[in-house]
Nanobody, 114 residues
């Protein structure tokens, strides 16, 4: 049974930093193209960053240069390092495959205050 568990969110002031974690069970992260998504109230879920099974990364224009996606194969965990956070980064952050083929976890709330 596939399960993705996100953690690491919280309340942070603008220009602060947070690192999110996505721990997987029932699947091997390194053989999938994976991604981080976020959904702000009233908005649709959007892609934030992705990492292919080869380790190639991509970012949305809104986070490029501020966020870094990475993966620890030994821990079967994916990370999202976020810096220079802005109030508009406030959202629930979730992880999934690039095809969104796994069950969604609860996500982790990130709130950035101005």
């Amino acid at each position: 049974q596939v399960q993705l568990v996100e953690s690491g969110g919280g309340l942070v002031q603008a220009w602060g930093s947070l690192t999110l974690s996505c721990r997987a069970s029932g699947m091997i992260l390194r053989i999938h193209d994976m991604a981080w998504y976020r959904q702000a109230p009233g908005n649709q879920r959007e892609l934030v960053a992705g990492i292919t099974y080869k380790g190639i990364t991509n970012y949305s224009d809104s986070v490029k240069g501020r966020f870094t996606i990475s993966r620890d194969n030994a821990k079967n965990t994916m990370y999202l390092q976020m810096s220079s956070l802005k109030p508009e980064d406030t959202a629930v952050y979730s992880c999934n495959t690039a095809r969104q083929s796994s069950p969604w976890g609860q996500g982790t709330q990130v709130t950035v205050s101005s």
